[in-house]
């Protein structure tokens, strides 16, 4: 199964956290793992933040390398701007939301991997398929 994964998901994959169960079931039936690439300065800054170890390091390392990353130019951040209006979602959620959107035109079978309470109920009243 073709996964794109938020922030909120991957980081339970590298600390024991309340998501930690429900992110490794995600992580075990993934196939093709997909993200927007700032997915990597959230995580990173994540790690910081938490002082990470350096095992935890070497398992965001190792999970990074499965990701492809979805770039999302600048000549797109007008229209996220615009959905966002009504999405009402923090600026990086919704930069997520739209790269996967944008994603499942390509991977119509994509399915959304996030734990982000407001990100998670847009997708759902939208329609997005989830994990």
Same mark, same amino acid.
């Given at each position: 199964m073709d996964l +794109?994964?938020?922030t909120s998901a991957v980081v339970p994959l590298v600390f024991n #956290? @309340?998501?930690t169960a429900s992110a490794l079931q995600?992580? /075990?039936k993934g196939?093709? +793992?997909f993200a927007w690439d700032w997915l990597a300065v959230e995580a990173e800054a994540a790690l910081s933040r938490r002082k990470a170890l350096n095992s935890q390091w070497e398992k965001w390392s190792e999970i990074s390398r499965l990701f492809q990353w979805v770039h999302l130019p600048s000549r797109e951040w007008p229209e996220i701007r615009k959905l966002n209006r009504h999405w009402m979602l923090r600026a990086a959620d919704a930069a997520h939301l739209y790269a996967f959107r944008r994603a499942c035109s390509i991977l119509p079978d994509l399915r959304l991997v996030t734990f982000d309470d #407001? /990100? @998670?109920s847009l997708a759902s009243k939208k329609g997005f398929r989830l994990i």
């Open positions: +794109f994964w938020d #956290e @309340l998501h995600a992580y /075990q196939a093709g +793992f #407001e /990100q @998670l």
